[in-house]
């Protein structure tokens, strides 16, 4: 489904991601975990269209999407959520998951974002009425709001960006099972970005573990918790 090939992204003199190859199988989770700075969320920005890459190939469904604009990837069937949610304070839960629809499907057509909106809205359990208030959301909250609108873009591929970030114990599993029914019942494909392993590698089929821009290791979640590379780095976060 997607073939990343000899990705590079430099910030002036700083290669934040220095030739990073991987590929993602239709109906996968991959996992993406690297310590904070390692190169996780600059993937993203390419593989959604808001950075450019250096250089590099970003093969979706074998067309080269790398340097596309975000709403052209959108239209192609990859969605993301972003690390820092910041939604629409003055719309409702509804109006931000129907609008992510709106623009995410092309403008076709405000009934079918609005039904893309309500199937978002019940696939993570927040209300489907259109009148709740973003204000009551906490953290986990906030999270599905994010991966609701992700959802109502129709996408064929889910980047889920640190999903876990400032939830409790039982908030994280909650995501993680989340995430698992969208591939499950959904059929999503997913690559899924934190900096902790934890709940990640119960539920991914593989992972691969980036530092300083490179990729260190790749495969399947026991091999890679063992890669002596992956413990070194992980004991010096
Ligand atoms: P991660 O998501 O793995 O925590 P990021 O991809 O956000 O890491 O960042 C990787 C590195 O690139 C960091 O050193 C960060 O400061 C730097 N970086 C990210 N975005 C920019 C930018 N727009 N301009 C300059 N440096 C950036
Ligand atoms: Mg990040």
């Known amino acids: 489904m997607l073939e990343v090939s000899g990705l590079v992204k430099r910030f002036g003199g700083f290669k934040a991601v220095n030739n990073v ?3 993602v199988d239709q109906g996968e989770i991959l996992g993406l975990i690297g310590p904070n700075g390692s190169g996780k969320s600059t993937i993203f920005n390419m593989l959604s269209g808001t950075l450019p890459p250096t250089s590099g190939s970003i093969l979706f469904a074998g067309h080269e999407i790398a340097g596309l604009a975000p709403h052209r990837i959108i239209n192609r069937g990859i969605g993301r959520t972003f690390q820092i949610p910041r939604p629409f304070r003055k719309l409702t839960i509804f109006e931000n998951v129907a609008l992510a629809g709106f623009y995410g499907q092309g403008r ?10 309500e199937r978002a809205l019940a696939m993570v359990g927040l209300p489907t009425d259109r009148h709740a208030s973003v ?7 906030l999270k599905k709001l ?3 609108k992700a959802l109502a873009t129709a ?7 640190e999903s876990l970030g400032g939830l409790d114990e039982a908030e994280m599993d909650q ?5 698992r029914k969208i591939r499950d019942e959904l059929g999503i494909t997913i690559i899924w970005v934190e900096h902790i392993m934890g709940v990640l590698m119960r539920v991914v089929d593989r992972v691969m573990v980036l530092d300083h821009g490179e990729k260190i290791s790749e495969g399947l979640p026991s091999a890679v918790a063992s890669d002596p590379r992956v413990i070194e780095v ?3 976060t």
């Open 21 to 23: 190859s991987f590929r």
């Open 108 to 117: 076709h057509s405000r009934v079918k974002a609005e039904e893309a909106a």
């Open 135 to 141: 204000d009551g959301l906490g953290a986990a909250g």
């Open 146 to 148: 994010e991966l609701a």
């Open 155 to 161: 996408p064929k591929l889910l980047l889920a960006d």
């Open 175 to 179: 995501a993680a099972e989340m995430l």
């Open 234 to 236: 992980y004991l010096g």
